[in-house]
């Protein structure tokens, strides 16, 4: 979202393409800098301890799973849509709502029969988390995505049948995690504030068209073309270590794209052009292509 202290002069009419680019870049590149220097005294991650909430029970071929479902202040929240716009969207694109989760290592422990298994925790915003609490399809929801997280994260292929324990919060202990203390690149506006005439689309959120380049050997530059945008106000933008995901006002826009490249989410910064409509992203590479 536009920050009103983040405003720079809209380019004048009379500036070449050619120099409106050079200022951008120069802008963009300088804003890395600056916020390379404040990376030192930024702690990589952030500790947190997550609160039961309730436990599911299945299994793999390893014997017995349970999962902690947790909740922490520290998670981000997901999107605030109802649940009618959330099933629109699922319906439409189902990467297009993302619940941020984080997903503890397996810890060994036992169940009630005194028999070994394996638990997980798996932390949610605890806004979220009291909102969950009174959707059976939100609480399922999570459980879903959470099921799909630890098995891509732990190569699992867990039983798609599963329960929730009663008067049994958790299994086990609960330990503390480590969660990476990332902010959302700013985005800056080259121009005005928002203000587009147009409304949502009826066909669901429009996938925009991405370019990516390398202005250099430890910097990937993005390009993303919104035409139906006058501003940056609504914009959302979360950047991971090889994947970049885009939201536009009212859902005009959706974008989420895989990047090959080890990203520095930590450094990146974005603007909005407004005469060019673009957003714009300066990405730091944590490792230098070969």
């Not at 680019?21 to 930024?42: N, P």
């Not at 999962?67 to 699922?90: F, R």
């Not at 080890?262 to 070969?290: G, T, Y």
Request: proline residues 8%.
């Amino acid at each position: 979202m536009a920050d009103s202290k983040l405003l720079v002069p809209e380019l004048n009419e009379a500036e070449t393409m050619g120099a409106e680019t050079a200022h951008f870049e120069e802008l963009l590149l300088q804003a890395s800098k600056e916020l390379q220097q404040a990376q030192t005294s930024r702690p990589e991650s952030t500790q947190i301890q997550p609160q039961p909430g309730f436990c599911i029970k299945t299994n793999s071929s390893q014997g017995k799973v349970f999962i902690n479902i947790c909740h922490s202040p520290s998670i981000p929240p997901p999107a605030d849509v109802t649940e009618d716009e959330l099933l629109q969207m699922l319906e439409e694109d189902q990467a297009a709502f993302r619940i941020p989760m984080s997903l503890g290592e397996p810890h060994a422990e036992l169940d009630a029969k005194g028999q070994g298994c394996t638990a997980y925790d798996v932390a949610v915003n605890s806004d979220f988390y009291r909102r969950m609490q009174n959707s059976d399809f939100l609480r399922e929801l999570v459980i879903t995505i959470a099921r799909e997280g630890l098995e891509d994260k732990y190569s699992l292929q867990l039983n798609p049948e599963w329960r929730i324990l009663k008067n049994r919060p958790f299994l086990g202990s609960i330990s503390q995690q480590n969660i990476r203390s990332k902010q959302r690149p700013r985005i800056q506006d080259l121009g005005s504030l928002y203000n587009a005439d147009s409304l949502r689309p009826e066909g669901g959120p429009e996938k925009p068209h991405l370019n990516l380049w390398l202005e250099a050997p430890d910097l990937l530059l993005a390009e993303i073309d919104l035409p139906k945008l006058d501003g940056a106000l609504g914009l959302s933008l979360e950047i991971g270590e090889n994947h970049l995901v885009m939201g536009g006002p009212q859902q005009l826009y959706h974008l989420d794209a895989y990047i090959p490249l080890r990203i520095n989410s930590d450094e990146s910064k974005a603007a909005f052009h407004q005469k060019r409509r673009q957003l714009m992203v300066a990405m730091p590479l944590l490792s230098v292509p070969s």
